[in-house]
């Protein structure tokens, strides 16, 4: 009798697990969209910058009225569920917001990783995915028609240094055959990848790698790679690891007095370096996918200023600088928002078509999709910290301030 | 020790029925019932070593990872792909498989996954069962932390790139078949989570299960009377990680992406949900664990999502909660509460004191 | 990582880098470890979320010197009084109904407390991480080859301040030759008129504020954030299941062994080593034990 009591109470849990119905992807006058984003856990540093950007965006969208498909005009709303920087929950979650909440058009999770096994679930249900923090190449080979990324994709990040690099020791005579690197990547989906991007270019201009660490993702002391460092002196020391390696980095590259004419790192602005370490990070040369120097601009945020300008005014935090996460985060929501009016319609397939035939600019860049999801139309600039600012040094075309080379020797 | 009778039948009925019925009835619910069928899977072999034998495992979640790597491996190669080279490329190979090639890799990597897990399980037994109490706990908690690391640092499976699997055939092109992939896995998890139980169920009536409650009670005494406890728990374990092997496997085909750290070795998710789970039903108990992860898995997927970050702090109650105001579990509590109505007979009220729980 | 063994050989002043950097990250795991020790050997609770009380304290120190200006170093004290009062508390809310449990209750109660105060200190002050800047800059000898934080000789010598100050509190004070006599036999200090339940209080917040002193340091030689409490508990435990329970001086001969065994294979496996040593370091410990006991013990096969 109460085993059975028990099993039918199970049972009614279970049903009432079903009441909670699908809603309809669109609201009386709501566009819902959906994002698995990583709050908690090891990439939370980035999952909530960019959780602001794609706010921050859909909040301008509203304020200006919303978006007009069909001669009506709809606000955007964004449910997010905590994906704990784990790839397995974010593609339960995928599942759940598209099969329970009845999402129809996703926002993507941060990272490599995440992307990756979110990627398959959108695909499947049919379901366009536009990311703005996945930037594997891997993703981009799978003949992925739903996925679509407004950033550069990940061998982009550093390849501009290694030129840099190869150029300046071609200025100062020497073969850049000669370049000894010396390479830190965590290991991570993400990392690895740009790492591997990195591994062709120098081996393009026949550079030797003489380090070539993984980071464990518990990065808290890399004193042993560092020492390494000094004693195998390279020219060119470049470092990955989301935000932690480069706080990390910034920070014991400063103790350790480490004196390699050129280091280059990524996700500098969102492990806000300029601000913890200001003397370690003098010179440092930083990836990034935009800089709010650019001379980009659109309607609703205006100039890439502009919009740094407002993210500062909004969100506490950020007053060493908006990280570029955020940047392209709001600029995935304008591409949906641009894609919901050209497409005029609420049908995935035809928003799905908008987005593939995307050509717009925003303040973020150009955004203009390949076959493949891409984006091709913006390309990645590199920062030098300058006197504690982010300067574009490459590559040329955008280059506001002359590389220092070398880096002047950080603290004392 | 439940006895059979109509009581139990009928729930044998009613959960296999419920689990037959849902992914038609609820078919916006497959993967999670789907993972609540891994999750009682979980539940169940942790038991076996947990509840019955007295062997507290922090880290059965290594076979779980073990079995998920092994599956991988196997299906890439039966795919008629370089492993090294697959992994390689991140991902980044378009894979081209035909349909057979997916389900023979499937099954054999399933397969090998359960024999692997078997082998690794009694080569562990060999190195730790001498260890006891917490020792035990935490050796085998280094166990899963260790391969996580180790496995990160393996370039040939992709290291901490992970390796993308092949997908479900068909299914990345049309989206027309969603629900055929998530039914067929649904079936498989169903299908190893009922055979789990009912082996276990079987294994508990024999002089096996005697003799590792035997060892849970007393051990010293268990080998005093000629019972070779070594032999019993390498047992014991190897068919706790066969079936642990294979859920790996099934899981890691569900998510098509795998990495070492957070979807293979989760340690502290999943590793620690199952003991989570075992001792929230009532862990020495046939249907306690199930019970568990039923209840486990139905607050954590009706409130997890809606906590935003908070939910990690609602699990770590949960925990202390149950581990120090409530240790018998819910089937414990009943045991101690409604005696007769488990076949076990009391004679006078004192003797039902402590004729539950399992410490 | 032949390369590596190769730079060692050739140019041994980098071995010095390694050594002194080593000895001083291993004494502040000394201290965590130290406190595991007492509440393991004291109470029979297995605290796992040692690591989580580290990393507190350091958060609380970064919190405390960023919003007074105060030097982190000087926080210490007030960040000890902080971390007493909090393992009091917790003390009181669930591990007085641990004490007497059996083995695996205070290892799973830990854990649960270990993800609350993960998540807790994520909400509380963001996943970012954090370093305390003690502002002194680093110490350069052997013409530069080797340069070592200055902070890391101070917390070298701190732990030796503080691990004195435990061992003569222990042996002079009343309070510690009742947690000694409790740690012998319970019953009998119990019969003897002590109060067991508040030596129990004791020696857990002692052991929370030795951890927190431990945090201040960790904040200011390395890097904190919410998440990176695991390895701090792995390592006491590794440390402790090493030397023994109630072994000082083993306790502070592992943790140094094992600051220096980590730096040396971060250099020569490359850093992805790091963690996976101090691990594969604790399942080789308990392997070597468990040989060492079965050569006494004698059973069935």
Redesign the interface.
Known sequence: ????K???S??A??L???VTT?QAKVEGDTIILGSAIS????Y??N??HTQNGYELAAKLINDGGGVTVDGKKYKIKIE???D?????RG???A??LI??DGVEYMLGPYSS?LT??IA?VT????VPMVEAEGA???LF?????YLFAVLSTSEQYLASAIDLAAEQAKSTGKDPAELKVAL?F????FS??VR?GVMEDAAKHGMQI?ID?????????????L??V???KPDLLIISGH??GA??AA?QIG???IEVPMIALTHCDA??VTE?FPEASEGFLCATQWSPTLTYSDDLFGSAADFEKLFKETYE?YDAGVPYQSAQAAAAVMVFADAFERANSFDKDKVRDALSATDMMTFYGGIKFAEAGNNIAKPMVLWQIQDNQYQVVAPPKWASHKLVWPRQAA?? | MIATNTNERLLQIAVLAFGLIAPFLFPAYIQQIALLWIMILFALTWDTMGGQMGYNSLGNIFFFGAGMYICAVVQIIVGGYDVGEYTAAFGAIKVDITDTQYFTGLFIGLAAAAVGCVFLSIILGFFFFGLRGPYFAIGTLGIALAAGELIGAWRWVGGGSGISLPLYPGSDIFPGSADEEGLFFYFLCMASAVATFLFFRWLYKTRFGLALNAIRDDEEKAEGMGIHTMRYKTVAWACSSFFLGISGGLHGNIVHFIEPLEVAFPTITFGIFMVAMSLLGGKGTLWGPILGAVLFHVIKEVTWTHLLGWQWVALGLIIIVNVVYFQQGIVGWLMERFPERFGIRVETDATAQGKGGAD | MWGSIEVLLSLPAYNVGLILNGLCVGAVFALAAYGLALVWGVMNVKNLAQGEFVIMGGYLAWYIAKTTGMNPLLTLPIVAVLMFVFGWAIYVLMIRRVVDKDLFTSLLATFGLAIVMQQALNLAFGPEVQVAQFGRGSVSMMGGIVSILEIKFWAFGMCILLAGAVVAFMKFSRMGQAIRATSQDARAARVMGINTDRVYAFTYALNSAICGAAGVLVAMIMVIQPYYGVTHSVRSFVIVTAAGIGNLPGVIMSALGLGVIEQYSGFVLGAEFQVATVVVMLLLVLIWRQYQASRIRQVVR
């Open positions: 009798m109460l085993l059975r028990l099993g039918f199970v049972a849990a279970a009432s697990m079903s699908a709050l908690t856990g090891k939370s540093t999952g909530i997010y569920y905590d704990e920087s784990t790839p397995a593609a339960q979650l599942e759940r099969q329970q990783g990756k096994a398959p695909e499947k249900y049919g594997s190449r891997s080979t799978q003949g992925y028609r830190a965590e290991n991570d989906p690895q990848d591997a003489v660490e993984n980071l464990p993702r518990d990065l808290s002391d890399m004193t042993p790679t020492i390494k000094k004693a195998l935000s932690k706080a990390t920070r103790e350790m007095a492990a806000k913890k935090g603290g004392n």
